[in-house]
């Protein structure tokens, strides 16, 4: 199965007679009988397009078949960006270069339209000291701000605070 179907008929396809023939720049060539409308294409070494087969008559267009496929296929979206989520994780020990570098990072992400998910992890006794992976979160979180907005508040499952910044 194609991604993209392509369902006009093109130079011998088209049974139909006559048919209304726009030029290769726009112009109205007027009622043609289809067999000398599929001359003037050929004259011009390109392809007689039918683009509105249910008209009447159908109309057809005198262009390159193969730029115009590869031109709707680059339009239907295929090129958009598909935003990901991308995440950060830090220790509430983590030091204080290697918190700029991953935040250096995150902003990457925030400006190539990417999600990032910050998370704080705690191991083992860590746990007593919340307070310690909060600090690590907030100046996080305020280093990301201008590039990016909160999506989700900073919020602790288990042994992670968990927040989301969505890019701007």
Request: charged fraction near 35%; charge should be positive.
């Given at each position: 199965?194609?991604?993209?179907?392509?369902?006009?008929r093109v130079?011998?396809?088209i049974?139909?007679s006559?048919v209304?023939?726009?030029s290769?720049?726009?112009?109205?060539?007027?009622?043609?009988?289809?067999?000398?409308?599929?001359?003037?294409a050929?004259?011009?070494?390109?392809?007689?397009?039918?683009?509105?087969?249910?008209e009447?008559?159908?109309?057809?267009?005198?262009m390159?078949?193969?730029?115009?496929k590869?031109?709707?296929k680059?339009?239907s979206?295929?090129?958009a960006?598909?935003?990901k989520?991308?995440?950060?994780?830090?220790?509430?020990k983590?030091?204080?270069?290697?918190?700029?570098?991953?935040?250096?990072?995150?902003?990457?992400?925030?400006?190539?339209?990417?999600k990032?998910?910050?998370?704080?992890?705690?191991r083992?006794?860590?746990?007593?000291?919340?307070?310690?992976?909060?600090?690590?979160m907030?100046?996080?979180?305020?280093?990301?701000?201008?590039?990016?907005?909160?999506?989700?508040?900073?919020?602790?499952h288990?042994?992670?605070?968990?927040?989301?910044?969505?890019?701007?």
């Open positions: 199965m194609t991604i993209d179907r392509i369902d006009n130079n011998e396809q049974r139909v006559p209304r023939v726009i290769e720049n726009g112009d109205q060539l007027g009622i043609l009988p289809t067999n000398e409308a599929l001359a003037k050929r004259e011009a070494g390109l392809d007689l397009v039918e683009v509105a087969p249910n009447k008559p159908p109309v057809c267009r005198i390159d078949f193969g730029k115009y590869y031109e709707r680059k339009r979206g295929h090129g960006h598909q935003v989520t991308k995440e950060i994780r830090l220790r509430p983590t030091g204080e270069h290697d918190i700029e570098f991953k935040v250096k990072q995150a902003k990457k992400f925030l400006q190539h339209k990417d990032v998910q910050v998370t704080v992890m705690f083992g006794r860590e746990m007593a000291h919340i307070e310690e992976g909060r600090r690590v907030d100046e996080v979180i305020e280093e990301l701000l201008e590039f990016g907005k909160i999506e989700s508040p900073p919020k602790q288990a042994r992670r605070i968990i927040c989301t910044i969505a890019p701007k």
